[in-house]
């Protein structure tokens, strides 16, 4: 039997108000990327999300970002070395100390697309992982598209799970399509799920401009802050059980 992750970003708010329906959510995927309060997130929304993970059996990942509230962690920062891992760090330790088993780190927004080019900032990144996988005593996987941050990941030891996107635009280039630009969100339930199902049986995904991308993932991402996304979660994981497909968390 084949078998995928399906992971979504929650723990999302915003001034104590949820972005997603994380209780719906939480009952449909097998992991959970966490917000640390880089780009939203605090103290309460973490603890309810790592107790609906202990509730629903979801596997928890933490998902830094640029520290970038009022941009939602979607603004480019070009942040020098030293301060990206200062905020990586605080970030992975408020999710660590409020009592999460973090079993992978998934960078969020504009940090994650920079550093499938930006070695540099791919390196910062790998370090933070290594430092907290030494910290609780155990490879932590770092979940990506891959390019810069998969090769900075094997440098420093550590596991690399490719993810794909079923609520987003491809570009024929296998990065995806820019939000706010044409093709950048898909918003049909029937749709996602048919994607995720060939994502899952024939490892590819269909670009924007119709080209077929080879995409070996085995970790298949909704975001919780897309419209529909429940209803997206929920066709997605029907399909993929329908087509023979197990849904559980390789971490």
Same mark, same amino acid.
């Given at each position: 039997?084949? /078998?995928?992750?399906?992971?979504?970003?929650?723990? #999302?708010?915003?001034?104590?108000?949820?972005? &997603?329906?994380? %209780?719906?959510?939480?009952?449909?995927?097998?992991?959970?990327?966490?917000?640390? =309060?880089?780009?939203?997130?605090?103290?309460?929304?973490? *603890?309810?999300?790592?107790?609906?993970?202990? @509730?629903?059996?979801?596997?928890?990942?933490?998902?830094?970002?640029?520290?970038? $509230?009022?941009?939602?962690?979607?603004?480019?920062?070009?942040?020098?070395?030293?301060?990206?891992?200062?905020?990586?760090? #605080?970030?992975?330790?408020?999710?660590?100390?409020?009592?999460?088993?973090?079993?992978? /780190?998934?960078?969020?927004?504009?940090?994650?697309?920079?550093?499938?080019?930006?070695?540099?900032?791919?390196?910062?990144? +790998?370090? +933070?992982?290594?430092?907290?996988?030494?910290?609780?005593?155990?490879?932590? $996987?770092?979940?990506?598209?891959?390019? &810069?941050?998969? *090769? *900075?990941?094997?440098?420093?030891?550590?596991?690399?799970?490719?993810?794909?996107?079923?609520?987003?635009?491809?570009?024929?280039?296998?990065?995806?399509?820019?939000?706010?630009?044409?093709?950048?969100?898909?918003?049909?339930?029937? /749709?996602?799920?048919?994607?995720?199902?060939?994502? &899952?049986? #024939?490892? %590819?995904?269909?670009?924007?401009?119709?080209?077929?991308? *080879?995409?070996?993932?085995?970790?298949?991402?909704?975001?919780?802050?897309?419209?529909?996304?429940?209803?997206?979660?929920?066709?997605? @994981? @029907?399909?993929?059980?329908?087509? =023979?497909? #197990?849904?559980?968390?390789?971490?």
């Amino acid at each position: 039997m084949a /078998v995928i992750d399906l992971n979504a970003d929650l723990g #999302e708010t915003v001034d104590g108000l949820p972005t &997603a329906d994380d %209780e719906a959510m939480f009952a449909v995927i097998s992991s959970a990327s966490i917000a640390c =309060g880089g780009h939203a997130g605090d103290a309460a929304s973490v *603890a309810a999300a790592i107790g609906r993970a202990s @509730r629903f059996g979801v596997s928890i990942g933490a998902h830094p970002s640029y520290p970038d $509230p009022v941009g939602f962690g979607r603004t480019a920062m070009s942040l020098p070395a030293d301060a990206l891992r200062a905020t990586l760090d #605080e970030q992975l330790d408020r999710l660590r100390t409020a009592g999460a088993d973090i079993r992978y /780190v998934k960078p969020h927004g504009a940090l994650y697309n920079r550093i499938v080019a930006d070695r540099e900032q791919a390196l910062v990144v +790998a370090d +933070a992982v290594a430092a907290l996988a030494d910290a609780v005593g155990r490879a932590v $996987p770092v979940l990506g598209l891959g390019g &810069a941050i998969a *090769a *900075a990941a094997a440098d420093r030891g550590l596991p690399f799970v490719r993810e794909a996107f079923l609520d987003r635009g491809y570009l024929p280039d296998g990065t995806l399509v820019p939000r706010g630009q044409p093709g950048d969100l898909l918003h049909d339930p029937d /749709v996602v799920a048919a994607r995720a199902v060939r994502l &899952a049986r #024939e490892r %590819e995904v269909v670009a924007v401009n119709g080209a077929i991308l *080879a995409a070996d993932a085995a970790s298949l991402c909704v975001h919780g802050d897309t419209p529909a996304a429940v209803a997206m979660a929920r066709a997605v @994981r @029907r399909a993929l059980t329908e087509a =023979g497909v #197990e849904v559980r968390a390789p971490w």
